[in-house]
C-alpha cells in the first residue's frame, strides 16, 4: 500500500471515529434531556454509563490526530482538519460532562417535589439536540453552509434561556418553598445553552477545516458565510 492511499484510509478513519463519539454524545444527551423534563432518580448512572466510552473515544481520537501528525507530516487541508479534529473531540467531551451534569440535575429534582417545568425547556432542549447533531454532520461533511445556519439557532437559544431565566426567577419570588428547585432548572437551562454554543463552535471548526477560515468564538465572521 502506498503512503497516500494509507493516508486516505488514515482519514477516512478519523472521520468515522468523530461521526461515532458524536452519536455517543447525542445518545447521551437525548437521554439527559429526557430526563429533565421528567426526572428519574437513576438519570445520573444512566448518564455515567456513557462516561468511560466518551473518554475512551476522546483519546483514541487525539493519539490518532497525533500520530497522523507525527508520521504523515500533512499538509493545508489536512493539517488544519487534524488541528480542527481535536478541538472538535474536546468540544464534544464537554457536551457529555454537561449532558451529565443535566442529568445529575434531573436526578436532584426526582428526590424534591415536583414543580412546573419553565416553558421554554423542552423546545431548548429540542433545539441543543438538533443542533448537536448538525454540528457534527456539518464538520464530517464539510459543509460551510450548513454551518452557517447554526448561528440563527444559537441566538435562539440565548433568547430562550433569557425567557426561561425570567419565568424561573419570578416563580422563585412567588413560591419560595420551592427554591431549591428552581435553582436546579435555572442550571439546566444554562447547560442547555452552553451546549448550543458549543455546537456553534463546532460549526466554526468546519469552516476552518475545509476553508481555511479562522472564526472560532467569531459569530459575526459565520454569519457572513451565509
Do not use: W
Not at 455517543?24 to 438519570?43: G, K, N, S
Not at 426526582?110 to 441543543?128: D, F, K, M
Not at 435553582?183 to 466554526?204: K, N, P, V, Y
Amino acid at each position: 500500500m502506498n503512503q497516500v492511499r494509507h493516508f486516505e484510509i488514515e482519514i477516512a478513519d478519523l472521520r468515522r471515529s468523530l461521526a461515532g463519539m458524536g452519536d455517543l454524545v447525542l445518545r447521551t444527551l437525548r437521554m439527559a434531556v429526557e430526563a429533565i423534563l421528567a426526572p428519574t432518580i437513576d438519570a445520573r448512572e444512566r448518564a455515567r454509563a456513557y462516561e468511560d466510552q466518551l473518554d475512551k473515544l476522546d483519546s483514541d481520537i487525539e493519539e490518532r490526530c497525533q500520530q497522523i501528525l507525527a508520521l504523515q507530516s500533512p499538509l493545508a487541508r489536512d493539517l488544519r482538519l487534524l488541528v480542527s479534529s481535536m478541538r472538535v473531540t474536546l468540544d464534544l467531551e464537554n457536551i457529555g460532562d454537561l449532558a451529565e451534569s443535566l442529568a445529575k440535575r434531573a436526578t436532584a429534582i426526582a428526590r424534591q417535589e415536583r414543580v412546573i417545568n419553565p416553558i421554554v425547556l423542552e423546545p431548548l432542549g429540542n433545539l441543543a439536540v438538533d443542533m448537536v447533531r448538525r454540528a457534527v454532520e456539518v464538520f464530517i461533511a464539510g459543509d460551510s453552509d450548513g454551518a452557517s445556519r447554526l448561528v440563527a439557532d444559537e441566538a435562539e437559544s440565548d433568547r430562550m434561556t433569557k425567557a426561561g431565566y425570567a419565568e424561573l426567577t419570578q416563580r422563585m419570588r412567588d413560591d419560595t418553598a420551592h427554591v431549591d428547585e428552581y435553582l436546579h432548572l435555572h442550571r439546566a437551562l444554562s447547560h442547555l445553552e452552553h451546549i448550543c454554543d458549543l455546537s456553534l463552535s463546532i460549526a466554526q471548526e468546519a469552516v476552518y477545516a475545509h476553508r481555511g477560515k479562522l472564526i472560532r468564538h467569531k459569530k459575526e465572521e459565520l454569519e457572513r458565510e451565509l
